[in-house]
């Protein structure tokens, strides 16, 4: 069975940083396109961050880009975010997804891939 479990979501400052975990069951992420993807109150789900399975070409959204890294583990069973500079426009539910690509070319994301439950973020004073 594939599950995603994401973590390491909390209360942060501005400014702050956080670290959240993507870790895989049932499969290997090494074989797969897999991303993060975030939804805040009221808005749609939005990408955040994606990498290749095969060339490693990582993509950032343009409001994270500098700010956030998306890094995997040798092992190929976990996937993670690093969250610097963080500001309170990032608060959302941040969730990992495979298919990534796609899921970010379609009209519901969650049409494609396999999700995880999500994690809470949120930046506040």
């Known amino acids: 069975q594939v599950q995603l479990v994401e973590s390491g979501g909390g209360l942060v400052q501005p400014g702050g940083s956080l670290r959240l975990s993507c870790a895989a069951s049932?499969?290997?992420?090494?074989?797969?396109?897999i991303g993060w993807f975030r939804q805040a109150p009221g808005k749609e789900r939005e990408g955040v961050s994606c990498?290749?399975?095969?060339?490693?070409?990582?993509w950032y959204a343009d409001s994270v880009k500098g700010r956030f890294t998306f890094s995997r583990d040798n092992a190929g069973t976990t996937v993670y975010l690093q969250m610097n500079s963080l500001k309170p426009e990032d608060t959302a539910v941040y969730y990992c997804a495979t298919d990534c690509f796609a899921a970010l070319l379609a009209d519901t994301p969650t049409s494609f891939g396999s999700w995880g439950q999500g994690t809470q973020v949120t930046v506040s004073s």
């Open positions: 049932g499969f290997t992420l090494d074989y797969y396109t």
């Open positions: 990498i290749s399975s095969s060339e490693g070409t990582t």
